[in-house]
Structure formats: C-alpha cells, structure tokens
C-alpha cells in the first residue's frame, strides 16, 4: 500500500480543517453543555478537547523536530507497519462508531472542571499549527524521518505515519464528542452534519 | 474545452494578454480535484490558493454566534474562487471555504501570482480588473442585504443569476440572502418573474 505523499498531506489538512470547523460550531454551543458529564466517570466536551490539547502539546513539538530534517520530498509514501496499526485501533468505523474501548493514559487524563476558554483557545492554536506542519511536510520526506510516540520513546513513527495516526484519535474523539452532545440533549442539526463530514472523510476509507 | 483555454476565455473579459505573458500566466497553474465538502480553507489560516474552477459548486461561510451561519459567496465554472480577501492580503482569514459537490479547479499560489505581479505590468493590471469588479459585486451586495426585502432579495438574486436555483440548494441560498429558509420557499411558490 502506498499513497502520493502530497495528495495524502492534501487530505490531512481537510481533515484537520473539518476538526476546526466542527470545534467552530462547539464554541459557539451553550457553554452550560460543554461543562456537563453524561455520567459518572465520563468526561464533558471541554475535557475531551483538553485530552487532545494534552496529546497535541507531545505530538506537535515532536513532529516538528522531525521535520527539520533535510531530506527532500519523494513522491510515494509507504506507511510503516507500526503505524497502520495505530492508525487503525484509533480510527472510528466506516459508519463512524467505535467499537473498541481504550483508556487513556494517565498523564493525559484531562482536569475535572477545566476552563472553557483556554482549551478552546489552545484547541484552535494547535490545529492551526498542524495545518502549518502539515504545509511544511510537503517539502520533506515523510517516510524516512521519525518521531517517538508518546507511550514509548522505543517505538518510532514515520512522520506521516504519526500525522495520520495523530488525525485519527481525534476523529475517534469526537465521536465521543457527538455521543456526550447526544447524551445530554440530543445533537443540534449543523453539528450533526460536520460531524457527518468527519465520519465520511477520506481517513476511514484508506485501505 | 481545454482548462487553460477556459481560463483565458474568461480573462479575456477583462484584460487581453499577449502571448509571450500568457506563456507565463498559464504556466503558474495546475490541476486539483477533491470530493464534495472538503473544507479548502478553515477560519484563521492565510488563503495561499487561487482557484479557477473547471466543474463542481463551492461557498465560503461564516459561523456567527447562535451557530448562525452567513454564506458570504458561491462560485462554480467559469470564475476563480477561494477566499479572495484573504488571498489578496495574506492575512488570516475570517471564513471557511468548502466543495459542495465534487470539484475540479486550476489553481496556483500568492508567490506563484505574486512574482507574475511584480514582472508583468499587464498581469498586475489584470489582477486590479477583477479584484475591482469583484468588489462592484460585493457594495452591490450590500446595497441589497441592507435596504430590500426578503422578496426584492429573493427577486434582485434571481433576476441577476436564475440558473442558481438549479444548482445550488435551496437552504444555501436562504443563508446567501440572510432570509428564514421556510420565507424562502414561501417567495419561491409565491413570487412570479418576469
């Protein structure tokens, strides 16, 4: 399997740009619902985005670095075996449900009653920056450099392989997302149809 | 027709290039298609494309409070599109720009244009044509957002463009005029034009 490095990158940022555009319709919810747990020991909306907040501050230094890297771009891009693995337990279903449970670990366990504003402010800045790496991306070799992951240092991924699987947990967690919204109230239709979006995206039909 | 003749077709309105300068300004531009709803450029990021687009229906949006929602412009063949005054200035833009269906474009860089700009005098002159007709198009707009009703918005739109009722759906086209999507199917059984 092999994907045309620019056009996957191409790709990457529509799915980064749907995550903004779906987190656009969340700041402008109730702020009231972004607070709320749908029960016990599960976690409101804001929690959610802090535990990507909290990924993000791992991932996005650390792809960086490996970005700096001088090798020039080459056309294809394999991905490595570690790293559709990853992608793939991550990744919601086809029809955008998750049927395998995770936990997370617990340095990225998020606070109990985080502030709004600042997630959401750290949220739209970290995707802003994704947007940029991945730009960046497209004059390097995303198959040769690689970057820990965050669980073990001893694994690395290729870059591409760790953007993909980086963009997959979050998709996989709004879907949680959605599911916490519909929980509570119900989901709101303009939510609803970016998330929509999200679940018919290019990612889950790369096979 | 081929898509760079589209292209110089629909520049020839405006400026009549030579073809040592077409040579150039045709060289600029490649190819890009992508499914219907991909979000081309989010709120926040610099607009770094220009696109002419060869098939497909695209609008650029704004999400207000109330998850109110204003599209601010469509496009589809034959005009260029993305986030004009983004792209222009290179500064962030305040809109989302996305396929509504799937889509097919030239497209080429701000550098890429740029440096055109800075070489050809007549290039440059033909940027100015149509970014000031483009902002004939918007004061007009505005004209009509903010002193006609819901049915001389709805008449004004279809008299202008009759052939969108077609392509574009109909709950877009409310949020285009800033009219309730029920008042604009109420005006669309309603009102007769001429």
Known sequence: ?207 | MDPLDQLRNFISAVKILNDKEWEVFSAIWQPFECKRKTVLTAAGETEGHLYFVLEGLQRAFYIGDDQKEATIVFTYPSSFSGVADSFLTQTISKYFFETLTASKFLRTTYRQLEQLMNDHASIQQMVLKLTAFALKGVLERQIEIQCFSAEEKFRSLLKRSPHVLQIIPHKYLASYLGIDPATFSKLLGSVRIE
Not at chain 1, 76 to 90: A, K, L, Q, S
Not at chain 1, 98 to 125: E, G, L, Q
């Open chain 1, 1 to 207: 399997m092999k994907f045309n490095s620019n056009a996957i990158l191409e790709e990457l940022e529509a799915e980064v740009r749907q995550l903004i555009l779906t987190a656009s319709y969340l700041q402008k919810e109730d702020p009231e619902l972004l607070l709320i747990t749908p029960g016990v020991g599960k976690w409101s909306v804001i929690q959610i985005l802090e535990h990507l907040n909290s990924y993000g501050r791992y991932y996005l230094p650390a792809i960086e670095k490996s970005l700096q890297s001088h090798k020039p771009p080459k056309e294809n891009f394999t991905p490595g075996w570690f790293g559709n693995y990853f992608m793939r337990i991550m990744r919601p279903g086809a029809d955008g449900k998750i049927r395998n449970k995770m936990t997370s670990p617990k340095d990225h366990r998020p606070p109990a009653n985080p502030d709004i504003k600042p997630v959401m402010d750290n949220f739209m800045n970290q995707h802003q920056q994704l947007l940029n790496l991945l730009e960046m991306a497209k004059q390097k070799n995303i198959g040769a450099t690689r970057t820990p992951i965050s669980i073990s240092r001893f694994i690395k991924l290729k870059v591409g392989d760790t953007f993909r699987f980086l963009i997959a947990h979050e998709q996989r967690h709004f879907v949680q997302i959605a599911n916490t919204i519909h929980e509570i109230q119900g989901v709101t239709g303009k939510f609803q149809s970016a998330l929509q979006a999200i679940q018919h995206s290019p990612v889950f039909s790369h096979d």
